[in-house]
């Protein structure tokens, strides 16, 4: 029997992986070849080694604003967003998301980063560039499996083959597999699913070799 341990939650995650310095592997829009996405600094760049073909994205900074204080009627605290165009207000009446009674909050301003989960995007598709991954193959109509990266998708086949599957911790309520779609993780569908990954393990097997 074979035991697998999972690793953290979104351990996987695309951002997760471009701040460990890992790149994602997506198809080149001109050639259709493998172009990779890295991070610099507050910058995302995706580059093709075939045709040289090259894109950034810059990270936007954003900001969100509240009203925060404590209720005098309750006596809980409470952070309500508010609109952006009330940020020239020193206190901001809001209502009390505990006990729905108008409270009065001082006004606060954090400027927060762009998160790309906030931006719409295409399954099997990255979501600086909208991209679709070089890693993909499809399992059934609508069933897409995708890996980001040769690491991903070693991770992938050990996690469908595992007889057993353990947490990485006790305290832990999240693993990677917990966004997994539920097609991946089903026992029905483990032999097809592996067949698949073998056909992304080849493709990678056969980029390499031409480079």
């Not at 075939?50 to 950034?56: G, L, P, Y």
């Not at 990270?59 to 009627?73: A, E, F, M």
């Not at 990255?126 to 998708?153: G, M, R, S, T």
Request: charged share 20%.
């Amino acid at each position: 029997m074979s035991s697998f341990i999972d690793k953290s939650a979104y351990y996987f995650d695309i951002r997760t992986c471009l701040y460990r310095g890992e790149a994602i592997w997506l198809c080149c829009p001109q050639c259709e070849q493998l172009a990779k996405l890295y991070k610099r600094d507050n910058s995302f760049y995706v580059s093709c080694d075939h045709c040289a073909w090259i894109n950034s994205y810059q990270r936007q900074c954003l900001y969100d604003t509240y009203s925060q204080g404590q209720c005098g009627h309750c006596g809980r605290y409470f952070n309500v967003p508010i609109a952006a165009k009330n940020a020239c207000f020193n206190k901001y009446n809001v209502s009390c998301p505990h006990c729905n009674q108008k409270v009065q909050g001082q006004v606060k301003v954090n400027a927060t980063y762009w998160s790309y989960r906030q931006q719409a995007k295409r399954e099997g598709c990255d979501p600086f560039f909208n991209l679709p991954f070089y890693l993909c193959v499809e399992l059934a109509p609508k069933q897409l499996i995708w890996a980001l990266n040769p690491q991903h998708l070693r991770y992938l086949q050990a996690y469908v083959a595992a007889d057993l599957r353990q947490k990485p911790n006790e305290g832990m309520c999240r693993s990677a597999s917990h966004s997994l779609p539920i097609y991946l993780k089903v026992g029905k569908n483990r032999q097809r699913v592996l067949t698949k990954l073998k056909q992304l393990q080849a493709k990678i097997l056969y980029t390499t070799n031409k480079v």
